[in-house]
């Protein structure tokens, strides 16, 4: 079964950058496409980012230009760097698994979540 683990959020000024990864552990490969929500409590979570297994990749308009998507298929990896960062990134990132049934619909499929913070 796969487990999602995020890794690299915090606490960063705006203006300033970070790196979101999600490791797709107990599974040497994945072919599924891949992609990063964030949520801020008390509102709907929202899709940021998502990536094929060819690299095909898609943003919401909230992040495109600032933000970009990769993976390694061959570490079962996917990465978010996310550049000029605002206030209103701030939210909690979940990095996701699309199935056929939808995203994050088999068990695993959903990370546990890693807080962003952009503050000064």
């Known amino acids: 079964q796969v487990q999602l683990m995020e890794s690299g959020g915090g606490l960063v000024q705006p203006g300033g950058s970070l790196k979101l990864s999600c490791a797709a552990l107990?599974?040497?490969?994945?072919?599924?496409?891949m992609g990063w929500f964030r949520q801020v409590p008390g509102t709907q979570r929202e899709l940021v980012a998502t990536?094929?297994?060819?690299?095909?990749?898609s943003y919401s308009d909230a992040v495109k230009d600032r933000f970009t998507i990769s993976r390694n298929n061959a570490k079962s990896t996917i990465i978010l760097q996310m550049d000029s960062l605002k206030t209103e990134d701030t939210a909690i990132y979940y990095c996701?698994?699309?199935?056929?049934?939808?995203?994050?619909?088999?068990?695993?499929?959903w990370g546990q979540g890693i807080q962003v913070t952009v503050s000064s």
């Open positions: 996701a698994i699309y199935s056929s049934e939808g995203w994050g619909a088999r068990d695993g499929f």
């Open positions: 990536i094929t297994t060819g690299g095909a990749t």
């Open positions: 107990g599974r040497p490969f994945l072919p599924y496409a």
